[in-house]
């Protein structure tokens, strides 16, 4: 069984930080590239970030490019994406992602977190 589940999410104020975790499986690890997705409400999903979990190449959206950075530990089968300077623009359901391609496009990833809300607000 693959299985990805999503920790860290919370409120926090405009300006702050927040770290999020997904613990994945075993075979998760299987699988090349680990992502984080966002969906606000009345949104698509949004690819936020993404990891090459062998090499670490990484790549993010314009919209948090240079606030937000995307890391793995293998050992633990976790990724993380460290959010720092939020605004409420952040506010929404994040995702983690795991797949065969290194991508933020949501329609290529085969398993998918429960989620986790994240809420900037003063």
């Known amino acids: 069984q693959v299985q990805l589940v999503e920790s860290g999410g919370g409120l926090v104020q405009p300006g702050g930080s927040l770290r999020l975790s997904c613990a994945a499986s075993?075979?998760?690890?299987?699988?090349?590239?680990m992502a984080w997705f966002r969906q606000a409400p009345g949104k698509e999903r949004e690819g936020v970030a993404v990891i090459a979990m062998m090499l670490g190449d990484t790549y993010y959206s314009d919209s948090v490019k240079g606030r937000f950075t995307i890391s793995r530990d293998n050992a633990k089968s976790t990724v993380y994406l460290q959010m720092n300077n939020l605004s409420p623009e952040d506010t929404a359901v994040y995702y983690c992602?795991?797949?065969?391609?290194?991508?933020?496009?949501?329609?290529?990833?085969?398993?998918w977190g429960q989620g986790t809300q994240v809420t900037v607000s003063s």
């Open positions: 992602a795991a797949g065969r391609a290194f991508t933020i496009v949501a329609g290529s990833y085969d398993y």
């Open positions: 075993r075979r998760t690890l299987g699988f090349s590239n």
